[in-house]
């Protein structure tokens, strides 16, 4: 590979530090956490998000705890406005949390931005940023280190003529490419901002220093953000941020070293959404810090239900290997991992019981697990003996080789208990078939009472119909989500005439569960899937009506 064409970072910028404080820090607390999904996110999607996409998300990150949220960028587009816009006059943020938005350092475009948020009674933080490394001064502005200064300054004047008088307005400034940009130029830039807008304690500004783009190790940006944190001017009036982004792999490392360096507050996206390999992500970050006994200020006690919003909203998968709200994270194949986590389960209940204490209370020592899955959400079901057919072909491998069938991991995970107690029960091999007779047994019961025609409605009437049509025979079922596969008529008989399967995740009283379904369309495979969920329903606690 020609790695002759690469310099490395001390060669593209100086890194002053010598006498580093920050490798004998401790993390005590946790920083301000500001999520940028609705704004540096979305302009990264392949399809931004609608206003009602943007509403659900932003709903979620207040219900979450989140103080302060950058909220768009409004001037970029008319969506972008109109929400900036909504959040006012609708009154959606409780008075707690900040509302920050995003502006280049151009009079028009600030303008734009100000209007936009003339209606919001919240506290507001108007961002501005510019790119301040040679690269971008030459090629993509065309300037030069003062007349990017100057370019800075007249940005920071608009701000301050437009908004200076509003009281609940506070600025933030950010040198974009901070991490290739020379340390004295944007010292200098940055204590140019806080003299212009007048920083104190009361009001103070906050300076985003972003990684842009991920040069460096992790300790070259704390390097240089401890830099900053010792030289700048009026620093109990500066509110010290950063922006690190994924490019190397290592922006959590990037912003847990940057928050021992002296940074506060720390920008990123729920789950690492962003522009090429994405924004640092924040639950991983958060969770990092509950995995060492420190508070997050930020709930994620639901993951999956936080997942699936994010899911929606941004139409990403989140991957099954993701730390902590991953499908798998809290799942072990290896037999060994499955015996550890055993015994440790089994000692961390005789430790409780020995203290006389919930499980819940006592200090977390389980191998392997470096959390309680149940401080997320998760049970412990899918923690161990969810692979145990795994040495012969696995569950979820035989019903697709055999069925053609795709199940979402949620439901392989869920399908595996039922096949452990099966294969308890009885201690015997399970051959393919037998998987399909149990899978269609559990998701897609016929002993059930309830049919479409019963419920007087097209066997492929939408879904929102049929799960009206059950309610108003005693069913409530809420659908989370339902995953449709084409599947090939010609491969089983079991299918029949079905072109169609459909994987229905639905929420009851008693929990998550999971209903399947079959037909020779899309829309009647799913409401099948309904229906099954209903003869679930009554099968649990069988109700006449």
């Not at 070293?257 to 996206?269: K, T």
């Amino acid at each position: 590979m020609p790695s002759h064409r690469y310099r490395d970072v001390y060669q593209r910028v100086s890194v002053p530090l010598t006498e580093r404080q920050w490798p004998a820090n401790r993390i005590t607390t946790a920083p301000l956490w500001v999520p940028v999904d609705l704004r540096d996110g979305n302009q990264a999607l392949a399809e931004p998000m609608d206003p009602g996409r943007k509403r659900r998300f932003f709903d979620m990150l207040v219900a979450m705890g989140y103080k302060e949220i950058e909220v768009g960028y409004p001037s970029a587009s008319q969506t972008d406005f109109d929400f900036v816009r909504l959040i006012g006059t609708e009154r959606l943020a409780p008075q707690d949390v900040t509302i920050v938005v995003f502006t280049p350092a151009r009079r028009d475009l600030i303008e734009r931005t100000i209007e936009a948020i003339r209606d919001i009674p919240n506290n507001v933080v108007v961002h501005m940023y510019t790119a301040t490394a040679p690269i971008w001064r030459e090629l993509v502005l065309g300037s030069s280190a003062e007349q990017v200064a100057d370019l800075i300054t007249a940005g920071g004047r608009d701000i301050l003529e437009l908004a200076g008088e509003m009281p609940n307005v506070r600025f933030q400034f950010s040198p974009e490419v901070f991490m290739l940009t020379e340390p004295d130029f944007v010292l200098d830039v940055c204590d140019r901002m806080t003299t212009l807008w007048d920083a104190t304690p009361e009001r103070p500004v906050t300076l985003n220093l972003p990684a842009t783009v991920e040069v460096a190790t992790p300790n070259v940006y704390a390097d240089q953000i401890e830099y900053m944190h010792r030289n700048l001017a009026r620093r109990d009036s500066v509110v010290l941020s950063v922006h690190p982004h994924n490019d190397r792999g290592t922006g959590v490392a990037c912003a847990e070293l940057a928050v021992l360096a002296g940074a506060q507050r720390v920008e990123g996206c729920v789950f690492g959404n962003g522009e090429r390999t994405g924004n640092v992500d924040l639950a991983t970050l958060a969770l990092n810090l509950h995995a060492q006994g420190v508070d997050p200020m930020v709930d994620f006690s639901d993951i999956d239900e936080i997942r699936r919003t994010v899911e929606y909203c941004t139409r990403l998968p989140v991957p099954e290997r993701h730390p902590y709200a991953g499908d798998l994270v809290y799942t072990a194949f290896s037999g060994t991992h499955q015996d550890a986590i055993k015994k440790g389960f089994a000692a961390h209940r005789t430790r409780a019981a020995q203290l006389g204490v919930p499980e819940r209370e006592i200090t977390w020592e389980v191998p392997y697990l470096p959390i309680d899955p149940a401080d997320v959400g998760r049970s412990y079901d899918a923690v161990i003996r969810v692979n145990s057919q795994s040495g012969k072909g696995g569950i979820a491998y035989l019903l697709q080789e055999e069925y053609g069938l795709e199940l979402p991991r949620r439901l392989q995970i869920d399908f595996a208990r039922h096949v452990q107690r099966h294969t308890d029960r009885t201690g015997s091999e399970v051959t393919a078939a037998m998987l399909w007779a149990l899978f269609t047994e559990v998701y897609a019961p016929i002993s059930g009472p309830i049919t479409v025609r019963d419920l007087g409605i097209r066997d492929d009437a939408p879904v929102e119909d049929v799960v009206r049509a059950l309610a108003e025979r005693g069913y409530a079922v809420e659908v989370l989500s339902v995953t449709h596969q084409a599947v090939d008529t010609h491969r089983t008989a079991d299918h029949g005439d079905a072109a169609a399967v459909a994987y229905l995740e639905y929420r009851t009283g008693q929990g998550v569960a999971w209903a399947f379904g079959r037909h020779e369309s899309t829309s009647g495979a799913a409401a099948a899937a309904v229906v099954a969920s209903g003869n679930r329903l009554w099968r649990a606690a069988p109700v006449r009506v």
